[in-house]
């Protein structure tokens, strides 16, 4: 890795003392981090930044293309295009932020041999890169809705804020447990894209859980990613009231997956830094 590569990260000639100097320092690492991740991941050309917009657009038209096809129509009234973005969106920040969270650890080992750098330092980065690129998503999405007159804008968009909120908090703490997992056992992030295929096609994207039957609907309960989409949909379609979803079990989810994350982190920070 070249030393072009890494933005100027201002390391200070003593160790911050006080509170405020020590998440100044941090944050400045986060930023630079972020930084770091952006140009690493898209490139410095307008097309690796499209890709990024290019690659959901073209899954959320190839799915619409099929409903059109078999003349299927979306349980709620909505058209196809706005009930897929509802579900295809949000899954897809799960699954991104979880996937690459896998990896942070293992692919900045030598970032982490500075004594400025932690290891939830490059978790983190990864995961705000992850949220900024859905939200950019998810605004150029409503906005071409709106030029070709589909009003995609949530009914609710304090609530939606709040699903998508919960939603990445739930995401970056399984990445945690994710990406700790993955120093311990090599084979590990090989595991986790199947497991995200399972979360994708069972969570509800292409269907409302309430219209599956009783033992298949036991079965998708467990997810919490099922609940956060039906959510999602309540917050996005004025009309839609959903009845498949526990906020106290979404939030219980979250924070044994934060508490987890930052438990497996702690217990194993000296044979991962050995490792490195």
Known sequence: MSDSTIPNVVIPAKPPSTLSEILAT????????????????FGSSILGYSWAILD??????????????????PPIAASPVEFLVSGVLPILLYRDVTNQLTHAITANRALLQFPIVHN????????????????????LASAI?????????????????????TLWLYA???????????????SWGKLVPWYNRVVYMISGVFF???TMPKFAQDVIWVFPTAHLLSW????????????????????????????????????FRRKISIEQ
């Open 145 to 165: 809705f709106f030029v070709i007159d589909l009003q995609f804008w949530p009914a609710h968009p304090l609530e939606v804020l709040a699903v998508i909120g």
């Open 232 to 267: 999602m949909r309540e917050a996005t379609f004025s009309q839609f009231e959903t009845r498949f979803l526990s906020p106290d079990y979404v939030y219980a989810c979250t924070l044994v997956a934060l508490f987890t994350g930052l438990a497996l982190e702690r217990a």
């Open 56 to 73: 959901p657009g073209f899954m959320i038209a190839t799915w619409a293309g099929l409903f059109h096809l078999m003349g299927h129509h």
């Open 26 to 41: 941090q944050g400045r690492v986060i930023i630079a981090l972020f930084l770091r991740e952006t140009r690493t991941r």
């Open 208 to 210: 409302l859980p309430e």
């Open 172 to 186: 970056f703490g399984m990445g945690s447990i994710n990406a700790v997992m993955a120093c311990i056992f090599h």
């Open 120 to 139: 939830y330092d490059v978790i983190l980065a990864r995961a705000i890169l992850e949220l900024a690129s859905f939200f950019a998503l998810y605004f």
